[in-house]
C-alpha cells in the first residue's frame, strides 16, 4: 500500500509552496499524526486572490481544446496515481478502502465528464422581431465566464466534492481559489499537484488550507465573482448573509428518508438501505436517516434491516472487508451518541447498535422516535438510522417533506402513479424510484431546497453557475 509523504505543501497561484508545516492530519482511526500540511494565513489568501484576479483575461482566453486538454491530462494522471490517491483518502478521511477506490473512480469520472462538457458551451440564435418595432433585429448570446471564484469544500468526500467546483471551473474558464477541509486536506492537494504539471495560466488555482478563524477572505473578498460552499447548513447560511454581491451556490445538509411501499421486494430494498444508511459511516449529506415502512411489511423489512446492520464489519478502514470506518472525529461520534440516547430517554426503541468506542460508532437503527428529537428532526451525519410505518402514501409524501432539508428521497414502488406522484410533490432537489436518496451520478443535477442549499452541482450545471450569459443585438439596415 502506498504510502504518506512526510509534508505537503500548499499551492499559491500554480506554485507548491511550503511557508510552515502547522496542519496535523491525522490517521482518522488511530487518532495519531499522520503527515503535516502547511497552512495558508491571511496574506497568503490574499496574495492568491490577487493572483486570480490577473488570471481572469489568460483563462477566459483559453481555446475549448486547451480547458479540454487540462481536464484529460488530469483524467490521465488520477488514473495513475489512483492507489495513492484512494490510501491517502483512507487514511485522512477514515474512509474504508473500497469506498475510498470508488471515490476516486468518482474523481476521474468528474474530470472526464468535465473534458466533454468543455466544449460544449453552446449559445443561442434569437430572433427579435416579436413585434413592428423590432422588425429587422437579430439577437443571440454566448456563455462567457464569471471570473474569479471561491470554492469551500468538506471533509467527507475531500475528493470528488472538490473535483464538482475544480472540473467544471477549468472547463469554462474561471480561475479559483479554494480553501479544502482542513481535517482531510490531501486529496485537493493531490488535484493541486497534478493541475501545476499543466499549461493553466499563472494564477489559476491556489489551494490553501487554512484555519476557518483566517479563512473570512474566501467569503468576504469583493474581488471573487462566486462562492461555492459545500458543508453545514450554520456555516453555509452564515458565509451566504456576508459574501456581498458575489453569487453563491450552497449544497448542504439533509435527513434524507426513503419510502418503502407495500408491493417492493424487501431484500432489495433492505440490502439498498443499509448501503444508503451506512456507507462510510453515515457521513453523507444524502444517507439514509428516515425509513418509511408501509405497515403490511413493517414487521418483516424491520427484522431483516436488524440483521443486515448487525452482520456489518465495523473496524480498521485500511482492511477490505471493512464497511464501517471510524467517524471524522470522537467529538462527531460523541455528538451523535448523545442524540441517539435523548431520543432513548424520550421513548424511543433501540433496535440495534447504539454503542461508541472512541470515534467508532456501531451500526444503529431505533423506532419510535418522537417528533422534536434531534436524531429525528436534524442531520444525523452518521451511522443511525430510523424507522416508522405509515398506512397512507399520500401521508407517507407529507412526512417527508416535514423537515427544514430538501435534498433527495427515495422511493420503493412498483406503482408509476405513486412515483409521479413522489416526483410532483416532495419538496426535494432529487427523487430516485426503487433507489435510496443516497445514489448520485457525477454528470446528473445534484442539489436541494430550504435549508439544504441553493443551485446545482453535477459538471454542466456547475458550470452554467460559473458563468454569465452575455447578449449580442445586430440592427439589419438595407444594403
Not at 118 to 123: C, D, H, I, P
Not at 221 to 229: H, T, V, Y
Not at 340 to 363: F, H, I, P, S
Request: aromatic fraction near 6%; proline fraction near 6%.
Amino acid at each position: 500500500m502506498p504510502s504518506l509523504k512526510p509534508s505537503y505543501p500548499l499551492y499559491l497561484a500554480n506554485r507548491a509552496m511550503t511557508p510552515n508545516q502547522d496542519l496535523v492530519v491525522t490517521d482518522k482511526f488511530t487518532g495519531k499524526p499522520a503527515t503535516r500540511v502547511a497552512l495558508a494565513d491571511p496574506a497568503i489568501i490574499d496574495e492568491a486572490i490577487a493572483a486570480a484576479v490577473r488570471a481572469t483575461g489568460p483563462m477566459a482566453a483559453m481555446a475549448a481544446y486547451e480547458r479540454q486538454a487540462v481536464l484529460s491530462h488530469c483524467v490521465t494522471r488520477f488514473q495513475e496515481r489512483a492507489d495513492e490517491l484512494a490510501h491517502a483518502l483512507c487514511i485522512e478521511a477514515g474512509k474504508p478502502i473500497r469506498d475510498s477506490r470508488g471515490e476516486v473512480t468518482r474523481l476521474i469520472d468528474t474530470f472526464r465528464i468535465a473534458a466533454e462538457e468543455s466544449v460544449r458551451m453552446t449559445g443561442e440564435v434569437q430572433p427579435l422581431d416579436i413585434s413592428a418595432r423590432a422588425k429587422g433585429y437579430q439577437g443571440m448570446w454566448k456563455r462567457v465566464p464569471i471570473g474569479p471564484c471561491s470554492f469551500i469544500s468538506p471533509f467527507n468526500f475531500p475528493l470528488n466534492l472538490a473535483a464538482h467546483k475544480i472540473a467544471p471551473a477549468i472547463a469554462v474558464g474561471c480561475p479559483f481559489v479554494m480553501k479544502p477541509a482542513s481535517r482531510t486536506p490531501l486529496g485537493a492537494i493531490i488535484i493541486g499537484e497534478i493541475l501545476a504539471e499543466t499549461d493553466l495560466p499563472e494564477g489559476a488555482f491556489s489551494i490553501l488550507p487554512a484555519s476557518r478563524d483566517g479563512a473570512d477572505l474566501f467569503t468576504t473578498d469583493d474581488r471573487l465573482k462566486l462562492l461555492s460552499f459545500t458543508g453545514s447548513p450554520e456555516v453555509g447560511w452564515a458565509l451566504k448573509a456576508k459574501s456581498g454581491k458575489k453569487k453563491v451556490v450552497l449544497e448542504l445538509g439533509g435527513n434524507a428518508a426513503v419510502i418503502v411501499d407495500r408491493d417492493s421486494d424487501l431484500e432489495d430494498a433492505a440490502e439498498r438501505i443499509i448501503f444508503g444508511a451506512f456507507y462510510q459511516s453515515g457521513q453523507s449529506c444524502i444517507g439514509v436517516q428516515r425509513i418509511l415502512i408501509h405497515e403490511d411489511i413493517y414487521a418483516p423489512l424491520r427484522d431483516l434491516l436488524v440483521t443486515k446492520a448487525r452482520a456489518l464489519v465495523a473496524g480498521d478502514p485500511r482492511e477490505e472487508t471493512t464497511f464501517i470506518g471510524p467517524m471524522i472525529d470522537e467529538s462527531e461520534a460523541s455528538r451523535l451518541e448523545g442524540w441517539v440516547n435523548e431520543a432513548l430517554a424520550a421513548g424511543a426503541t433501540l433496535l440495534c447498535g447504539g454503542d461508541r468506542k472512541g470515534a467508532m460508532l456501531q451500526a444503529t437503527l431505533m423506532e419510535g422516535v418522537p417528533r422534536g428529537q434531534k436524531v429525528r428532526d436534524e442531520e444525523a451525519f452518521g451511522p443511525v438510522a430510523i424507522l416508522s410505518s405509515f398506512s397512507d402514501f399520500e401521508a407517507a409524501l407529507d412526512e417527508v417533506n416535514d423537515s427544514r432539508f430538501g435534498l433527495q428521497a427515495g422511493i420503493f414502488t412498483r406503482d408509476i402513479h405513486k412515483a409521479m406522484a413522489a416526483w410532483d410533490r416532495l419538496e426535494v432537489g432529487g427523487v430516485l424510484i426503487g433507489d435510496v436518496p443516497s445514489y448520485r451520478v457525477d454528470n446528473m443535477p445534484y442539489g436541494g431546497v430550504k435549508d439544504s442549499g441553493l443551485g446545482r452541482e453535477g459538471v454542466k450545471f456547475a458550470m452554467e453557475d460559473m458563468t454569465e450569459i452575455r447578449n449580442l443585438v445586430i440592427r439589419h439596415r438595407p444594403i
